[in-house]
Every structure is written in structure tokens, then in C-alpha cells.
């Protein structure tokens, strides 16, 4: 366990240090791909009354325009200790793998560690 801590430490602040940051705009050229993408919170919607009680970032424009979503399952949302609303306007660092749903581009958050919220924006 001490050494997953020890990795962790030494990894994490490089995850976002890369230099491949796309931006929303691109990501539909990603598919398939593990990208860092960069751009605005347009929109924060949590479906309760949908299965798995998803919330979706919409960035790029709100939805049904927006130019990528990232999904974040309910089971997952209890991480996220300063609120998913948090995120709405907010110019952020995103890491994940681009999947495709409805031909529409999205990241799947897992972990809070996945975004950085950009400071000065």
C-alpha cells in the first residue's frame, strides 16, 4: 500500500503535464484514444430519474449541442466532494479515454483526480 501511495504522488502531477491537450473542438478526431482535453463546463445535468443516475458535463455548448460530454455514474459521484455543480462555467483539464455514444464524443469520470480545474479562468 505504501508504494501505490509513493506512485501515486510521483505520477499524479504529471498526468496533466502532457503535452497532447486537445480541445473540445477535437475531440470527435479521438475516438477510441486517451486524450487530455481542455475547455468549459457549459452545463451540469444529473438525471435521477434515469437508471444509474448518470450527470453529464456538457462542454463544448449544452446539450443536445454540446461537443463532448463526460459521464459520471451516480456510484461514482460520492468522490466528488465539492459537488458536480461545481464544475458548471469553470474552464478545466479533463484525462480519459474518448468513447462514442449516440455519435456523440464522451469521457467516462471515474475519479475527481481525472479533472483540473484551471486556475484564472
Keep these: 500500500m505504501r508504494y501505490l501511495i509513493i506512485f501515486i504522488c510521483l ?3 504529471n498526468l496533466f503535464a502532457q503535452d497532447s491537450v486537445i480541445s473540445v473542438n477535437e475531440a470527435s478526431n479521438y475516438i477510441g484514444q486517451e486524450v487530455i482535453v481542455q475547455g468549459k463546463v457549459d452545463q451540469v445535468v444529473h438525471l435521477t430519474s434515469v437508471r444509474g443516475k448518470p450527470t453529464y458535463f456538457n462542454m463544448g455548448g449544452n446539450y443536445p449541442n454540446q461537443k463532448l ?26 484525462i ?26
Design 11 to 13: 505520477v499524479s502531477p
Design 69 to 94: 460530454t463526460l459521464l459520471l455514474w451516480d456510484s461514482n459521484e460520492h468522490k466528488f466532494i465539492k459537488g458536480t455543480q461545481f464544475y458548471e462555467g469553470k474552464i478545466i483539464k479533463v
Design 96 to 121: 480519459g479515454t474518448i468513447e462514442t455514444y449516440r455519435g456523440k464524443p464522451q469521457i467516462i469520470i471515474r475519479e475527481p483526480e481525472q479533472i483540473e480545474v484551471l486556475e484564472g479562468y
